[in-house]
C-alpha cells in the first residue's frame, strides 16, 4: 500500500533555496482566480487575539512523497512573499520527469487566505474554543496548487483510544472545494488543548494517529485584578506630604507679604472698610461689601445725589440692556 508522508516547515524569515537544476525551471505562470473570503471568515480571523492578527503567511515549503517501486512520486510547494505578492512554486516529480510551475498571487487578494500552517493554528483555537465557524468560508490551495474555498465543520465529541489511554478528542472537517475536481475532506481531532490525535482523509483507506499520549497543557486561568482597599489619608502624619505643606506655606506667607508691601493702597483700602463695617454694623454684611466696594467697580454708573425709595440693588446694572457684572 503506498505511503503518504507530508513534510511540513514554515519560517519568518526568507531562506535560500540554493541553486535549481535545469529540469527544475518554472514551466507555466498563471494569474489568481477572482475568489474572496466571505465576512464570516474574515470575523474569525480577527478575533484571534492571541495569535497573530491576520496569519499572514511569510514562508513556507511543503513535500510529500508516495513511494513506489515502479513510478515514485514526490510533490513540492513552496509559498514566498514577495513585496506586494504572494509566489507559490510548485513541482511534481514522477519518477525522473520533473514539472515546475510558478504562480503569482497578488497580496491584496489573501485576505482570508489560511495555508496548510495556518490550519494547524485555527485547529487548535476551534479544540480550544469547543466552537467552529460553520458558515465561514476561507481561501485554501487544492492539490493542483489551485486558489479555492475550505470550509470547516464540527462532527462532535468522541472517545477514542490512545495507547492504554481513553481520551475525549473534538473532531473538525475541513472541505477544500477544488473547482477541477471533487471535494477533499480531512477529519482532524484534536484533545482538548489542542493536540492532534488523530487525522483521517476522507475516502482513503489509512490514516495518521499519535501512539502515546502527550502532556496536555492545562487552561490557562486569568486571575482577577486585585483589589486595594482606599485608605484614609492622614497628610499630617506624613513626613513628606507634611514637609512639603509647610513649605508651601511659608512661600505663601512671604509672597502676600511682599505683595502687600509693593502695594500699600491695598492694606489701607481694607482697614477703611472693616473700620466703616464696625461702625454700621449690618445685618446684611454681604450688600453692604456690595454698596461699599461699588463705586470702585469702573463699569457700574455713578451713585445718584439724590437718594430714593427705589434703592438699587449693588447687584443688578441700573441699564436693564447692559449684562449684570
Not at 470550509?151 to 472545494?177: K, N, P, R, S
Not at 499519535?210 to 485608605?231: G, N, Q, S, Y
Not at 457700574?300 to 425709595?309: I, K, V, Y
Amino acid at each position: 500500500m503506498p505511503v503518504l508522508l507530508p513534510k511540513n516547515a514554515i519560517s519568518a524569515f526568507p531562506l535560500s533555496l540554493g541553486p535549481r537544476a535545469k529540469d527544475h525551471q518554472p514551466s507555466t505562470r498563471e494569474s489568481l482566480p477572482t475568489l474572496e473570503a466571505n465576512a464570516e471568515a474574515i470575523h474569525f480571523l480577527n478575533n484571534l487575539r492571541y495569535l497573530s492578527w491576520d496569519l499572514h503567511i511569510m514562508e513556507q515549503h511543503t513535500q510529500e512523497f508516495i513511494k513506489l517501486h515502479i513510478l515514485p512520486t514526490e510533490r513540492k510547494m513552496s509559498l514566498v512573499r514577495q513585496d506586494d505578492q504572494l509566489v507559490m512554486t510548485r513541482s511534481v516529480k514522477e519518477g525522473e520527469e520533473v514539472k515546475t510551475e510558478v504562480t503569482f498571487f497578488p497580496w491584496s487578494s489573501t485576505v482570508g487566505f489560511v495555508s496548510e500552517a495556518a490550519n494547524l493554528l485555527l485547529l487548535r483555537v476551534m479544540a480550544w474554543r469547543q466552537l467552529v465557524p460553520s458558515n465561514a468560508r476561507f481561501l485554501a490551495l487544492d492539490t493542483e496548487g489551485k486558489l479555492c474555498y475550505s470550509t470547516y465543520q464540527a462532527l462532535g465529541i468522541q472517545t477514542i483510544q490512545v495507547g492504554h489511554q481513553e481520551v475525549d478528542v473534538f473532531i473538525v472537517e475541513q472541505t477544500v472545494h477544488s473547482d477541477e475536481g471533487i471535494p477533499g475532506s480531512c477529519q482532524f481531532y484534536l484533545l482538548s488543548d489542542g493536540h492532534l490525535a488523530k487525522r483521517i482523509q476522507v475516502g482513503s483507506p489509512g490514516c495518521c494517529m499519535i501512539t502515546k499520549m502527550p502532556i496536555l497543557r492545562d487552561k490557562d486561568e486569568i486571575e482577577p485584578a486585585p483589589v486595594f482597599e482606599k485608605k484614609p489619608l492622614v497628610w499630617e502624619e506624613d513626613m513628606e506630604l507634611y514637609s512639603r505643606f509647610l513649605g508651601r506655606k511659608e512661600e505663601l506667607r512671604v509672597s502676600h507679604h511682599s505683595y502687600l508691601r509693593q502695594h500699600p493702597e491695598a492694606q489701607a483700602l481694607i482697614s477703611d472698610f472693616l473700620l466703616f463695617l464696625l461702625l454700621r454694623r449690618p445685618a446684611d454684611v454681604v450688600t453692604f461689601a456690595a454698596e461699599y466696594f461699588g463705586p470702585f467697580a469702573k463699569r457700574n454708573p455713578p451713585t445718584p445725589a439724590l437718594r430714593s425709595s427705589n434703592r438699587p440693588s449693588p447687584f443688578r446694572s441700573l441699564d436693564p440692556e447692559r449684562p449684570t457684572d
